[in-house]
């Protein structure tokens, strides 16, 4: 129930109407006993400044930033946490001290959530990401964290892979060094990388389903090539509409363990959650089914 104290949290974005975050924040408050409200806030990059300044004056309790503004907002932070620094992108913004805002992201968190309840011998396994655009930035860091040392990230366009590789110079960092190597799609050394790989990460939205998109039935690098997976392999598709992607069905059906992105999505959103909260006791199970329920309907 939104009353006379109700305070708010939200969404900022471009587009945010297919958000499924506020189905999932929502259902989080009345178990937390939080008299807040999450909403999806539709904003133009030009007006972020001002939207900021002015959700910061309105005691908004935290926000989350998506597509396209996750680089633009890391500007107007008054404090940027080291993974945004490192990422250069921010997903979340905690109200702080200083009358400003302090950009974090949570990404890298939400997409581990998942992997970590996995035992495997990451140190030894090689990792593909397909993609070069914000999220396989979250994926690279994390795969990072996980201290997997061979890394090939697959990408269309050249430009585009430079900038990341020299933003986010793996070798640079400290322990184990993470070997990065790129490739163009059409590389035909991918076919042996498929062969060998224990994890593989589509960070494209190949599959996926929305009003602009009636493709769901591609699958990133095409068909044929999977019948080269390595029989070990992980498969973990960011996307969560549909579930599963036309590749996680097939994956499935084929014996793979299969993760789609809807553990992302809640990892992520938990992590903000508590960031704004100050608690880690996070209600994921009434988070989770929110999310489902929203999905199936
Ligand atoms: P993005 O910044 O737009 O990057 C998309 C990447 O995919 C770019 O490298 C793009 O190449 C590449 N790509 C797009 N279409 C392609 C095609 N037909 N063939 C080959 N490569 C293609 O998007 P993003 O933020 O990284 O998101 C990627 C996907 O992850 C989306 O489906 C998104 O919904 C999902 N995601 C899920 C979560 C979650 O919580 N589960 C979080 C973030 C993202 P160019 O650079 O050449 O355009």
């Not at 990422?87 to 949570?106: C, F």
């Not at 397909?130 to 997997?148: D, K, M, P, T």
């Not at 933003?167 to 035909?188: A, H, M, P, R, V």
């Amino acid at each position: 129930m939104i009353s006379g104290s109700t305070a708010l949290t939200g969404l900022l974005g471009d587009p945010v109407s297919h958000s499924l975050s506020p189905n999932m924040h929502n259902a989080a408050f009345p178990e937390m006993q939080l008299d807040w409200c999450y909403l999806a806030m539709p904003c133009k990059t030009n007006d972020l400044p001002t939207a900021l300044e002015a959700l910061r004056g309105l005691d908004c309790k935290g926000l989350n930033i998506t597509i396209p503004h996750k680089e633009t907002v890391a500007k107007l932070c008054s404090d940027l946490s080291p993974i945004a620094k490192k990422l250069g992108a921010v997903n979340t913004l905690i109200p702080n001290s200083k009358g400003g805002w302090t950009g974090t992201n949570t990404d890298v968190e939400g997409f581990l959530t998942p992997l970590k309840k996995i035992k495997k011998d990451w140190k030894n396994i090689e990792a593909i990401v397909i993609g070069s655009g914000g999220s396989a930035r979250a994926v690279l860091a994390g795969l990072e964290e996980l201290n997997i040392s061979k890394i090939n990230l697959i990408g269309r366009n050249q430009k585009k892979i430079n900038s990341l590789i020299s933003d986010f110079d793996l070798t640079k960092t400290k322990g184990i060094k993470t070997n990065l190597k790129s490739y163009l799609i059409e590389d035909l050394e991918i076919i042996n990388l498929i062969q060998r790989a224990g994890l593989i990460v589509n960070a494209t939205p190949i599959g996926m389903k929305n009003k602009n998109t009636i493709k769901t039935l591609q699958m990133p690098l095409g068909k044929d090539i999977w019948t080269n997976l390595n029989p070990h392999a992980l498969l973990y598709d960011l996307i969560y509409t549909p579930r599963p992607t036309t590749w996680l069905a097939w994956g499935c059906k084929a014996g793979f363990t299969c993760i789609d992105g809807l553990e992302m999505l809640l990892g992520q959103g938990a992590a903000s959650l508590s960031l704004w909260s100050g608690t880690k006791k996070i209600p994921i199970n009434t988070m989770r089914n929110a999310l489902n329920h929203s999905i199936e309907n």
